[in-house]
Structures are given as C-alpha cells and as structure tokens.
C-alpha cells in the first residue's frame, strides 16, 4: 500500500495546546471587543459565539457561557437559558448565511469525553452539507474548508450586529 503523507504543521500546536495564550481564550473572546482576533462574533448577557479556529466545516460555531465554567450542572438556569437561546440564534444565522443541509450539535463534558477545553463548557454547531463526505476524517486525519477564516468571519459578522 502506498502511503501518502499530508503534512498539517499547524495542528500540532493545537494538539500540543502550545497554540493557547495565557489564561483561558474562551474567557479571552467573553472580556475582549467582538474581532477576528478572537473569533468572536456574537455576545449576550451571559453567552459570547465565536467561530471555531480548527473547523469541521466553514461556519463551525462555538456557542460559550461567558463565565468560565466546565461545569454544565452548574450553570444557573439564567446561564442555561441565555447558552441554549445563543445555540438556536447560532443554528439560525448558520441556514441563514449557509443553508447548510443539517448539523451536528453538541458538548464534550469533561477531558475523557473529549472536551479539548474541559474547564470552560462550550457547544460545538457544525453546519453539515450532503457529499461534505464525514465529521472526523479518520483515514486521511484532513479536511478541506473551502473558504478562508476571514472571510466566514465576515460574513457571520455582518448577520449577528444586524441583531443588535
């Protein structure tokens, strides 16, 4: 069997968590300005949505209690609410801009269920596309997004401060 090698350098930094700043970069996205520096796009009372830095697929939406919390339970109903109203504004801006076929929605709770960032509790909307072929290539360990952070930062953007 040939092998063929595709080399992603920067996904070492994220699996090496080498890529993070100091402190928590959800918080980081919660207590900054809205900018594609720190992908956040959307902010409410207790909630801020940002766009994923390693996508599943263009669009991939991360919807984040602003205070800085793993813990789901934990979360006042106020919090749950506000989190749970930002999932569906995320759900909607995405068939909106991207009329995507479907989703997939969810949370990693905790680091043996995968959460990269166990500590602070986020929810993950992927806008998924018919022929966009799985959501974690196994074989190859590649997606291709075809369009630039920047410009899905744009475009998101513009949908969410004409809600405000």
């Known amino acids: 069997m040939d092998l063929r090698v595709l080399f992603r350098p920067h996904r070492w930094k994220?699996?090496?968590?080498?890529?993070?700043?100091?402190?928590?970069?959800?918080?980081?996205?919660?207590?900054?300005?809205?900018?594609?520096?720190t992908l956040a796009i959307y902010k409410s009372k207790h909630t801020v949505i940002l766009l994923n830095k390693y996508p599943y697929n263009s669009g991939h939406l991360l919807v984040v209690p602003k205070r800085h919390t793993g813990d789901y339970l934990g979360l006042s109903n106020e919090e749950l609410l506000d989190l749970h109203g930002n999932v569906q504004r995320g759900i909607k801006a995405l068939k909106d801009v991207y009329q995507p076929h479907g989703f997939n929605l969810g949370a990693n709770l905790e680091k043996a269920a995968g959460a990269g960032l166990p500590d602070h509790l986020h929810f993950h909307i992927v806008p998924r596309y018919k022929g966009d072929l799985n959501f974690f290539p196994l074989i190859a360990e590649t997606k291709v997004i075809p369009e630039a952070m920047d410009q899905c930062y744009a475009k998101l953007a513009d949908y969410f401060r004409k809600l405000t």
């Open 14 to 37: 994220y699996v090496r968590k080498m890529d993070h700043p100091f402190g928590c970069v959800f918080c980081a996205a919660a207590e900054n300005e809205l900018s594609i520096d």
